[in-house]
C-alpha cells in the first residue's frame, strides 16, 4: 500500500481530555476532532511524532483513515475513538421502550 497524505487541521482539540484514567503524563492521550495532513504508510503515521501519545480521531469526521489504528513515529498510536458499549446498550433499550409505546399506541 503506497502512502496517503491528508491536510493537517485540528478541531475540538481537548488538550485535558475528559476523565480517560490517566493520572500522570505518561500515555496521555489527545483527542481530536478532524485531522487534516496525515501521511500513512501502510499502518504507520510518518509525520506525526507521538512520543508515546496516543491521539484519538472521530472517525465520523475522518472517514480516509478508514477506522483504523496507525503506529506513530516515537511510540504511541492514532486511533479511532470507541463508542462506548454504554452508548449502544441505551440506544437499544430507548429502541425496545419506542417499540413498546407504538404496540400500546395500535391497541
Known amino acids: 500500500m503506497g502512502q496517503r497524505s491528508f491536510p493537517l487541521r485540528r478541531n475540538r482539540c ?5 476523565s ?11 483527542y ?3 485531522i ?14 507521538g512520543n508515546g501519545f496516543n491521539i484519538y480521531y472521530d472517525p465520523a469526521l475522518n472517514s ?6 496507525y503506529a506513530l513515529n516515537g511510540g504511541g498510536s492514532l486511533s479511532p475513538v470507541p463508542i462506548p458499549n454504554s452508548l449502544l446498550l441505551f440506544g437499544s433499550g430507548l429502541l ?3 417499540g413498546i409505546g407504538r404496540m400500546r399506541l395500535k391497541k
Open 64 to 69: 480516509a483513515l478508514g477506522g483504523l489504528t
Open 96 to 98: 425496545g421502550l419506542i
Open 20 to 30: 480517560d484514567g490517566n493520572t500522570s503524563n505518561v500515555g496521555t492521550a489527545l
Open 14 to 18: 481537548h488538550e485535558s481530555p475528559p
Open 36 to 49: 487534516l495532513g496525515v501521511i500513512i504508510d501502510g499502518t504507520n503515521v510518518t509525520n506525526i511524532t
Open 32 to 34: 481530536l476532532g478532524k
